[in-house]
């Protein structure tokens, strides 16, 4: 069994002021605790963070977000802390050397070294990963399965609140990383459950398509055509310079035919040769079909999913990530999202953590065997049920 707190506090300047915040809306610890932090670029500047990890009893690993929220918490600019405390769990936690291209070996040193701390296999992985151009998110997903041999993988990539989203960061005992990958190995008694939420099937365009070319996460034609001409054909306009009007609000839902749930990949450009960039691998053979997002589509996802993971059992706490994309849907309604949440889950006492990430980490059941699969997800609010 496992236990859920959580803590938050709006306090960026004071560090005296920010830890009394923390501690006092803390509850009792068991024998084994071990921390998540998310929190504001600031608090790293400001030292905040710095100083509530010194003052904690238990190891800390987490990132920097652009928005996040507790079941207690008010306010915009926060940093918040959810502990997971257990006398049958073991927690033991991990830090990969500098990753600087896609090389299972870092991760693999990190895993031999957290798992030899625990009793037995790890029932699941919290991740924390650094937000990379040249690195994946599949690249986490896919590599960290093999080296753990399947264990389930949830957790979030760094993301901030500037444009170019240089100050997200991983964090890690009092330090924090551009490039580094945080997490925690679970043993024990714990048996979560996953969900996703992310595309509304009404916001599903009902054309489908084969993908017949790509190069990892640049899809190059869909039916034997080049991509741009499929797009084309669903009414999405090409520009003079080659380019396509709204890509990035047109997100592709693909069926990777694996007998697991389909993923979201965001649309973030089309290179000069008409290859469609995207936010994660796009296999060959998938099936694949356009969305688009928008607030209405956001609120009313998390919504929808929610009620029916209150529906499919008793939960002792949930962790979520949501996407960035999700966030900048919202536009100016930025917050609603974690206010639908906050309506569904108040009257139900389940302490929860939010927080937007820059990529999602999270396993997807087959609908056959009901075995996991741990994927890459992109604009998908993901869920870990406790």
């Known amino acids: 069994m496992i236990k859920i707190l959580t803590a938050f506090t ?34 790293i500047d400001s030292g905040i963070y710095q100083g509530v990890c010194a003052a904690l009893p238990f190891e800390v690993i987490g990132t920097t977000t652009i928005a996040s929220k507790t079941d207690t918490s008010h306010g915009d600019i926060l940093l918040t802390l959810t502990v997971f405390t257990s006398d ?11 990753l600087t291209e896609e090389d299972p070996a870092v991760l693999e040193k990190a895993y031999a070294e957290a798992l030899a701390k625990l009793p037995g296999k790890p029932a699941l992985m919290l991740s924390c990963a650094p937000l990379l151009m040249n690195i994946s998110g599949d690249f986490y997903a896919n590599a960290l399965s093999a ?11 760094a993301v901030d609140h500037y444009d170019d ?28 459950k996953f969900f996703i939420a992310n595309i509304s099937p009404e916001k599903v365009f009902r054309e489908k398509g084969l993908v017949s070319a790509s190069s990892g996460n640049q899809l190059q034609a869909v039916n034997n055509e080049p991509v741009v001409k499929y797009l084309m054909s669903l009414g999405l306009e090409k520009n003079e310079d080659g380019s396509i009007s709204g890509v990035n609000s047109f997100p592709f839902i693909i069926d990777m035919n694996d007998g697991t749930e389909p993923v979201v ?26 969305g688009t997002l928008d607030g209405d589509a956001v609120i009313d996802t998390a919504g929808k999913r929610l009620q029916e993971v209150l529906a499919s059992g008793n939960f002792s706490g949930m962790l979520m990530f949501s996407c960035v994309g999700r966030y900048l849907a919202l536009g100016y309604e930025y917050a609603t999202e974690m206010e639908k949440i906050h309506s569904i889950l108040a009257p139900s006492g389940i302490p929860y953590t939010i927080a937007y990430s820059g990529g999602e980490l ?8 009901g075995s996991i699969t741990n994927k890459n997800h992109n604009d998908t609010l993901i869920i870990c049920a406790f």
Request: proline share 5%; with cysteine.
């Open 10 to 43: 709006d306090e960026v300047d004071d560090v005296e002021i920010a830890v009394n915040d923390i501690k006092s809306k803390l509850g009792p610890l068991l024998k084994n605790s071990v921390g998540l932090i998310t929190c504001y670029a600031d608090f």
């Open 88 to 98: 049958s769990v073991s927690f033991s936690v991990g830090l990969s050397d500098a």
């Open 147 to 157: 080296i753990t041999g399947g264990v389930p993988n949830f957790g979030s990539l």
């Open 165 to 192: 989203y240089h100050h997200a960061e991983v964090l890690y005992r009092g330090e924090s990383y551009r490039d580094r990958y945080a997490f925690v190995l679970f043993a024990g008694d714990i048996h979560p």
């Open 265 to 290: 990949r965001a649309t973030f450009a089309v290179t000069p040769d008409g290859s469609a960039v995207c936010g994660g691998n796009i296999p060959v053979g998938s099936i694949i079909s356009v």
């Open 362 to 369: 999270c396993p997807v059941y087959s609908t056959v065997s």
